[in-house]
């Protein structure tokens, strides 16, 4: 199979803007031009999307968003995050939680849950409710040959996403070998799922698959939201760039894990996408083909595959309310990490585990 191409522009997407100019001169005059317009945007009390937006040829954004996301690693302020909105995390008890995500998902067992022993991560949604992970370390004698990030229910109402990363929980308890490096955080996006009527986006109304900080989100996502999607509220891509809890969690994760191969799982496109460098990619994943559907502003496609030059494989299944059946479940699983083993290695420093203590 061909290899991916560096960069896909979605189906939909605007020819890309040309080069308006090149030299130290040019970019000198258009950081000055990028601080004096964030200046007056402020005293005129706009916000950071508005005062960055009226500069839409600024070039030093790349270096903005990179100094965005390495903020967010390290705690300091975000521009346009107002964290006085987001809660301290709830002391629910793994009990708790387990129940609540049960009683939303029945193809989820609360007992079953609590067994997987999920781990704190630090981080909780908008609300206080935590984001949980689970581990699964490589042999003690040997290094892995991949780490791998699998990231469920970022998108709140797609159930099949969360459920099926629960699924694959109960297989990696009972066959991990410790060839590979997981770490598995099955909801995402808890404030989306657990509301009376689940959403997409979180509890700010924020599409995370659209808050990533990619190159170009100052200077398309707006755009891209109001002209390809019509203000449709479910796609809205935030007031700035990791502007949400949850998203920032996602970009935390990848800086301190340095995963060698991302999954996020979706619903119901009922197919299976893949971005990053130029690869072999998954032909297919049980009865999910290969289609290559291009990436968007602030989506993790974009960020992690493109900017990161990270290999992303997201898995969209067909339903969003229902699981494929079980053998259909366990194909998917042994298609995924045959395609694993068999292209991806890990050539980089040894990592930590997490110290984190599971919930009560």
Known sequence: MPATPPHRQPIDAQPARPATGT??????????????????????????????????????AHEALEAIAQDAVKGNHIPGVDKKTEKSPPQLSMPEMCAKIGAKLRSVDPLTCQKFNLQRTGAASVNGLPILLKEYPPHPDRPPQARILLL??????????????????????????????????PLVNPDGLLRDRSQRTNIHGVDLNRNFPTTDWHRESREYWVNKTHSDPRRFPGPAPLSEPESRWVAEEIERFRPNVVISVHAPFGLLDFDGPPTTPPERLGALYLTLLGTYPGSLGRYAGIQKKLPIITIELPLSGALPNTTEIATMW??????????????????????????P
């Open 23 to 60: 030299g130290w001169p040019m970019v000198a005059i258009r950081r000055i031009r990028c601080i004096l317009t964030l200046g007056v945007g402020v005293l005129l009390g706009l916000s950071p999307w508005t005062a960055w937006s009226a500069d839409p040829s600024n070039l030093s």
């Open 152 to 185: 469920g229910g970022i998108h709140g109402d797609e159930y099949s996403s969360i459920s099926i990363v629960f699924k694959w929980l109960e297989i990696l308890e009972a066959h991990h070998s410790g060839l590979f490096h997981w770490r598995v955080a």
């Open 334 to 359: 042994s298609d995924m990490v045959r395609w694993i083993r068999g292209n991806v290695r890990d050539r980089g420093p040894k990592r930590t585990y997490l110290t984190e203590r599971p919930l």
